[in-house]
């Protein structure tokens, strides 16, 4: 399992040119984090975890970043990965409510894409509800494709159910031919 990054030396470039680091800042997610993390959580994913499984995740040491705009102590967004020789997971990703639609899950997601590839990551996998229409529309913009469904894998309050897609994103050119998965 690889371990938490030096966040500073992160960077990544959006597709229009920008660099991220000017509208979002990178850290490390902490204990004192978790509190605004859970809410933002709570707020905007229909299938939230629990505070504990955040915690779980710092323990562990899985990469759990913290994205912030100018305030690098007002948590936007957040990520928690974990990576296992050259394959990642995104386990969960979220900007808060107030800051979705700018752009911003998009640059998020740019830094993390280029830090896999800074730490020769060859792919990254994610689940994603099959309704979150936005959400894989942003992951289609950024070269994921479904390699898989896991039929009522999010169940809501009320009983019904919602399909998973698995999705992949390759990030060294040409590897979607050698895996077989």
Known sequence: MKAAADVSQV?????????AAGRLRVRAMTAADLPA????EQDVQPFPWRSGQFAGALDAGYL??????????APVGYAVLVGVLDEWELLTFAMARSHQGQGLGGEALDILLA????QGGRCLFLEVASANAPALRLY????FRTVGQ???????????????????????PGDSEQDSR
């Open 150 to 172: 896991r039929r009522a894998y999010y169940r809501h309050a009320d009983g019904r159910t919602d399909d998973a897609w698995v999705i992949r994103c390759d990030l060294v």
């Open 37 to 40: 993390v859970d809410a933002i």
């Open 64 to 73: 759990a970043w913290i994205f912030t705009g100018a305030d690098p102590t």
């Open 11 to 19: 960077a990544a470039r959006s597709p229009s040119g920008q660099t």
């Open 140 to 143: 289609r913009s950024r070269g």
């Open 115 to 118: 830090h896999i590839r800074g």
